[in-house]
């Protein structure tokens, strides 16, 4: 009896050594585990503080890169947007600058105008001013002269001559198609029976008290009066006579009278002498 009980009490005391081990073994590995998982409510607190804390901090760290990232990109993008716009203003400014002084006046025809510096030896010092932005008059007469279809520029010279000084006239329509500027947009004429400091006189080069001007020469009076108005030098509601001198001839200028009659804004006919 005492033998197997012995026995019996090693068998049992055996049991539960193993059972033990096993134990300790399980634990081992649960707490194995449990280090190796995600925090969870089963996770203790400190250990679920900490990993927080992590994950936070990481969170933080990529939100801020990334919003770094983000606005660095907006600012170029605004940059770049900028530019373009600039680019594109420059660009229109330029074509509208290059439409307004290339492009051709409304009747179609351009203005082909020889600066008195050029062709012209008379000194304007001295002479009465033109009052700016108050020039609501516009003369047209011819010179009585003979035509020139070349060298226009030698008859002038001649005229000049004679006349003794600058000719009276702002602006002469030669036929060789171009415009000379004589005492130009600045100066006044020298008609003092005219409103001169209000007034542009222009003058067909030729005598045309019986025939026409050349159709060049038309358009080009047509073109300066739209050159005047584009430059401010002369009223868009202007006035427009035809300028007769009497002392010459009482038909004198009468074929271009007649013409200018059927321009726009005519208003009617002066005499000088």
């Known amino acids: ?10 068998t049992v005391g055996g049991d ?7 134990t300790s073994s399980r634990a081992s590995s649960y707490l194995s585990l449990e280090t190796s998982v995600e925090p969870n409510e089963h996770t203790p607190l400190l ?8 994950d936070s901090a990481r969170a933080s760290s990529t939100t801020a890169v990334g919003t770094a990232i983000y606005t660095k990109e907006c600012f170029n993008w605004r940059i770049i947007g900028l530019l373009l716009m600039f680019i594109n203003g420059l660009v229109l400014a330029t074509y509208l600058l290059w439409r307004q002084t290339s492009a051709p006046p409304a009747n179609g025809y351009k203005l082909r105008l020889i600066r008195h510096d050029i062709w012209s030896e008379a000194h304007l010092h001295g002479q009465a001013l033109l009052v700016a932005g108050k020039v609501v008059n516009v003369f047209i007469t011819h010179t009585a002269s003979e035509e020139c279809s070349e060298n226009c520029a030698n008859l002038l010279q001649s005229l000049q001559h004679n ?3 600058e000719l009276p006239y702002n602006f002469l329509m030669a036929g060789d198609c171009e415009t000379y500027e004589a005492r130009g947009w600045q100066y006044a004429s020298s008609f003092e029976s005219l409103p001169q400091a209000s007034s542009l006189v222009f003058a067909f080069v030729g005598d045309f008290s019986q025939w026409l001007p050349s159709l060049c020469q038309l358009q080009m009076a047509k073109a300066l009066l739209w050159e005047s108005q584009r430059r401010l030098k002369l009223q868009p509601l202007y006035q427009l006579y035809g300028l007769r001198n009497v002392s010459r001839s009482e038909r004198d200028a009468d074929a271009l009278v007649g013409q200018l009659q059927l321009w726009p804004l005519y208003a009617g006919q002066r005499l000088v002498k």
Do not use: K
Not at 47 to 54: C, D, H, M, R
């Open 163 to 165: 006349h003794l000084g």
């Open 16 to 22: 539960l050594n193993s059972s033990c081990i096993t």
């Open 1 to 10: 009896m005492e033998i197997t009980a012995n026995v019996a009490h090693a």
């Open 47 to 54: 250990a679920a503080s900490g990993t927080a804390s992590t």
